[in-house]
C-alpha cells in the first residue's frame, strides 16, 4: 500500500525518476518546468529541504511500496495559519482516487502536524481532474486566479477550511 511520507533527501533519485517518467503527462495539463529544472535538480531538493526545515513549507511524497514516487504533495508559503497545496500524481495512478484520497489525508495533517487553518489551491479552467480532486476533497471555489499563478492559464482558487486538532 501506497505511504506518504515527509520528503527527505535520500527521496531525490526517487523524485527525479518520478518528474521526468511523467513530464509529457504533466505538461498537458500545467506548465512544463523546462529543462532547467531537470538540470539543476539537485540543488532545486536540496533547497525545499532547507524551506521544509526552516517552517516555511512541507513536502510530502506518495511513495509505492517498490519506493518508487507515485506523487507528489506540497504545502508551501505557510503565513497566518494558512498555506497553498500543490500536487501532482503519477499518470499510471491517475483517475483511481490516488490524488483524491492522498489530498485529504494532507488536509488532516496540515492541521494536525502544522497548525494550519486554511488551505489554497488554484487550478487552470482545463484542468478538470484536479478541479474534481479539490472537490472531492473538501475545497470550494473562491475566485479567479491570476494566470501568473497557474503558468498562464486562466482559473480558479480553491480553499479549505480545516478543523484544527487540540
Not at 6 to 33: K, T
Not at 67 to 77: A, C, I, M, P, Q
Not at 108 to 117: D, E, I, M, P, T
Amino acid at each position: 500500500m501506497p505511504e506518504m511520507k515527509r520528503l527527505h533527501a535520500g527521496h531525490a533519485p526517487a523524485v527525479l525518476a518520478f518528474e521526468l517518467a511523467n513530464r509529457a503527462y504533466f505538461a498537458a495539463s500545467i506548465s512544463d518546468r523546462g529543462d532547467e529544472f531537470y538540470d539543476q535538480f539537485t540543488d532545486r531538493h536540496s533547497a525545499l529541504l532547507a524551506e521544509q526545515e526552516a517552517g516555511i513549507c512541507a513536502f510530502y511524497v506518495l511513495v509505492a511500496e517498490d519506493g518508487s514516487v507515485l506523487g507528489r504533495f506540497n504545502l508551501y508559503d505557510f503565513e497566518d495559519g494558512t498555506a497553498e497545496l500543490g500536487y501532482r500524481v503519477a499518470q499510471h495512478v491517475a483517475g483511481r482516487g490516488v490524488a483524491t484520497a492522498t489530498v485529504r489525508e494532507l488536509c488532516r495533517l496540515a492541521a494536525a502536524r502544522h497548525g494550519l487553518r486554511t488551505l489554497r489551491a488554484a487550478t487552470s479552467r482545463e484542468n478538470v481532474a484536479s478541479q474534481k480532486v479539490l472537490t472531492k476533497a473538501g475545497f470550494v471555489p473562491v475566485g479567479p486566479a491570476d494566470p501568473a499563478d497557474i503558468g498562464g492559464k486562466p482559473g480558479t482558487w480553491y480553499q479549505r477550511d480545516l478543523e484544527v486538532q487540540p
